[in-house]
């Protein structure tokens, strides 16, 4: 399987559930992003890793929790959600800094 | 305050007509890159754009970047239904030492354009 890959495709979930979303890239890539894509705003950053260092937390809620445990694989752990946190979840990869960044097809979460 | 401003946010056309997207910002980037994105799938790299003036063609597609460096447009020759879809500009700002990007890219709005046999 090549470029970025997504699980689950689709997620619906109460707000009192623990889920978590994997991504995953065979590019050899050392940077993964996280992004949140909501209806009528634009691409938000949420987290930035760089050799599975978290390089970046772009003001995100606590109910968010990134997790990287190599360079190939990324989580986004999440927990106690709101309605409003209901979005597309893309993941991305970059080969360091480079910023050209391949997006994988993300995960449309729903928050009940 | 958006910080890349995308004009026009729809676009409605038929096949064979001729098209132009905007991104524009008072700030200066170090690179900009186009995206299209197609529903329930995620933004596909189209070009990146690194010199002021620079142009570069993909096919029917043409992309400026402004001698600036504040500004990008992208234009489409006698569009198909198959370019319907999500156009998103990404600006790098590039800030750091010696202008090593972070990786940060921030995105306009997008234009969705749908092209109409």
Redesign the interface.
Known sequence: ETGVTQTPRHLVMGMTNKKSLKCEQHLGHNAMYWYKQSAKKPLELMFVYNFKEQTENNSVPSRFSPECPNSSHLFLHLHTLQPEDSALYLCASSYRFNNEQFFGPGTRLTVL | T?L?EQSPQFLSIQEGENLTVYCNSSSVFS?L?W?RQEP??????LV?VVTGGEVKKLKRLTFQFGDARKDSSLHITAAQPGDTGLY?C?G?LGLGAGG???????????TILTVHP
């Open positions: 958006q890349l690179s890159q995206y329930g799938e995620g933004p596909v790299l990146t998103l990404a790098d090593t990007s972070y990786g940060k890219l921030t995105f306009g709005q997008g």
